[in-house]
């Protein structure tokens, strides 16, 4: 629909200035967008800090204690958020940069239209100068009849009168001269008018296209950030409901595992001069393995309780049995909740 | 399954320790929880007041040119978006309230288990003290014995073997009252030690179920908000398809429509002494409304001009209509991107 070329017309003959100025406005509005965009950039940036440092909060989580797991789910979920956030922020820069190329395109186009344009402006201008010209060749014409007719009226000596007459029909033709001029100058006004408000319409309609499909970029990497924020939220969800109490606790049962063997009975061993050389032998002493409900209370069961121990472990100087597994489960498989 | 009852033994009788300060670091885990809930509280603040900024500056978007309704989408989205944060902080800090009450209460179950559990750290105590004892009298016994069979060997005179062998035969005794001391007190130690860590465990599970409870909050309000944040952008998109260019382009040129009259050509305007008092003659003119085809170049053609010209409008002195519709578009019925 031709709504510029229907709409700015009106008896100050303003519209031009109207879409004129408003195609400039085209600028500003490029111009708020970046600006905006921008700060959208910024935003996303200090999240993403906001959420590295998160994780880096979560990364120094105690250690200790059941809990200490969880903490790298945390930690890699903060990080995953901190990622999709910076991405946005790249998207964001991006984006900026592909406004700019259009404002410097902008700019190119509205110097290339300034210059279409000129012919429509100049003609506004000459209408308002023999619109002024007009009116005043109006009212000399009037006043020269009324002088006429005053003399007519008086009956002023018939010389007068002719005199009169003569410059009131003088008046008259200069009168309708300015009208011809007028109406043909109006004429052409209309004429570059009309062209000038449908050019404007159709850089209008241009701009508004590309405004739409910077504002479509815009919100296309919004989105995608969103799916993947979900993304990440699902997945820490997932991670916690993976990571069983039970499995926790089993976990810290074989990291911090002081050992499976409880304290065994002691046997009374009885000194032998044959078994072995003086001096060794307060430190190879015999054990009895448990069951508890057997303890030996004779001191001369030695025997005994060396053969019922066939896998006797290693026992220390208090009798308790060497662990041999101290070690083994340091590190623990990662049960889908490592990264 | 009984992974603190049986992990937790070894000859260092270090186990129960282990486990008594796993469960005070579960007090460090709900503290360390708190901090991690409260910053992430404290991004979630900062991005909403950065958003209602956004939202500031997509309210100043200027109001001139035919992008200017866009700001509103734009205003209205960021201000949803900060809403959005601002509710996910506040549900941050109440979680922040149950952390906190839940820390109160496992101070009281902890102090109430430090009770329940004493016995067994004196049970720990009293068994390395009794294994110093057992040591030493080991030890005691088989210097005994060796000096005997050293006196036996030198052929000492009997006297002196027979104080030897009973002093011997003492230490033998009191070597295996030592050890069935040491038996009694490891038996002692055992029992209490299973229950402890039969306790240890029961409260580690239900510390860990509250804490994933407290977890599953906080991904519970994370995701709502996703959800929102998810809606406030699929409403922006929708806004934004909805201000069709053509649409932008009307809204323009109703509110800053000039007047939608072109300018009328001039006729000439004979002047006539008894049609009008003098003085009010010069105001009132006839006009002919266009078309430009037919432009009037003839003086004298007023009647005919008047005649076209049934509804003539208003018109001012340079002979352009006035506009009546000046103010009657200015405000626009909202299309769906108002709020």
Redesign the interface.
């Known amino acids: ?1 031709a ?2 070329k ?10 031009f200035d ?1 879409l004129y ?2 195609m400039k ?2 600028q ?2 490029t111009k ?1 967008l970046a ?2 965009v921008r ?2 950039a910024a ?1 996303e940036e ?2 993403s800090k ?2 590295s ?2 994780a880096k ?2 990364s120094n ?2 250690s ?5 797991p ?2 790298d789910v ?1 930690r890699v979920s903060s990080d995953k958020l901190a990622l999709c956030h910076l991405e946005l922020m790249r998207k964001m820069n991006s984006l900026i940069n592909d406004i700019n190329k259009y404002t410097d395109e902008q700019v190119k186009i509205h110097r290339k239209t300034k210059e279409e344009v000129v012919g429509t402006l100049e003609a506004v201008q000459t ?1 308002q100068v023999q ?1 002024g010209q ?2 005043k060749s ?2 000399n ?2 006043s020269k ?2 002088e006429a ?1 005053r003399l007519r009226r008086e009956g002023a000596p018939q010389k007068e009168l002719e005199k009169a007459e003569l410059k ?1 029909k003088k008046a ?2 200069s ?2 001269s300015c ?2 001029k ?3 100058v ?2 052409d ?2 004429q570059k008018m009309s062209e000038s408000a449908q050019k404007f ?1 159709e850089l ?2 241009a ?3 590309q ?2 499909q910077l ?2 970029a815009y ?1 296309h990497s ?2 995608d950030t ?1 799916v993947q ?2 993304q990440v ?1 699902e997945e ?2 997932q991670n ?1 409901e993976n990571i069983g ?2 499995n ?3 976990k ?3 990291q ?8 065994a ?7 032998s ?1 044959s078994q072995v050389p ?1 001096g060794k ?2 430190r190879s ?1 015999a054990f009895r393995i448990p069951g ?1 409900g057997k ?5 001369d069961s030695t025997d005994t309780a060396v053969t019922e121990a066939p896998n006797s472990p290693q026992v ?8 041999n597994d101290a070690n083994q489960n340091d590190i623990l498989p990662c049960d889908g909740f490592c990264s």
Chains 1, 2 share one sequence.
């Open positions: 629909m709504f510029f229907n709409n700015f017309w009106g008896e100050k003959n303003a519209g109207v100025h408003n406005h085209g500003l509005a708020e600006e905006f700060e959208r935003i200090t999240y906001s959420m440092k998160l909060m979560a989580g105690s200790l204690g059941t809990f200490a969880m903490w945390f209408l619109s007009l009116q109006r009212e014409y009037h009849c009324v007719d009131s008259a033709e009168f309708s009208v011809e007028y109406n043909r109006g004429g006004f209309e319409q209008e309609e701009h508004l296209r405004m739409k504002i479509k919100s919004i989105e969103h924020v979900g939220h820490f969800k916690v109490i039970e926790l606790i089993k810290f049962a074989e911090k595992s002081t050992g499976t063997d409880r304290p009975p002691v046997g009374f061993e009885e000194y001069s003086e032998k307060s002493k508890l303890r030996d209370k004779e001191p220390d100087d208090e009798g308790f049995v060497i662990r």
